[in-house]
């Protein structure tokens, strides 16, 4: 069973930066791709950035330019940097791994941003 922990949310205030973390039990060769989803209050979880295992990525339109989705190998680990944060990026944002044997997801972790 593939476990996902996310760590760093937390509050930061508006133009600040956070780095996500999204450390997975195991191997992350494996996966097809990795991911950072969020779901802000009363709204549809939402793709953020996706890295797929060449080393492609993806980026929501409100975030391109100000987020970056790397990973760590050895460390089996997906960061996610945000810079420039604004009030509605508030949201928890979870992590999500697939791979032929299915989607696999975190808890999630909470990001609030104040003005």
């Known amino acids: 069973q593939v476990q996902l922990v996310e760590s760093g949310g937390g509050l930061v205030q508006a133009g600040g930066s956070l780095r996500l973390a999204c450390a997975a039990s195991?191997?992350?060769?494996?996966?097809?791709?990795m991911g950072w989803y969020r779901q802000a209050p009363g709204k549809q979880r939402e793709l953020v950035a996706l890295?797929?295992?060449?080393?492609?990525?993806n980026y929501a339109d409100s975030v391109k330019g100000r987020c970056s989705i790397s990973r760590d190998n050895s460390k089996s680990t997906v960061y996610l940097q945000m810079n420039s944060l604004k009030p509605e990026d508030t949201a928890v944002y979870y992590c999500a791994f697939r791979s032929s044997s299915g989607d696999y997801w975190g808890k999630g972790t909470l990001v609030t941003v104040s003005l």
């Open positions: 890295i797929y295992t060449g080393g492609t990525t």
């Open positions: 195991g191997s992350i060769t494996r996966f097809n791709a």
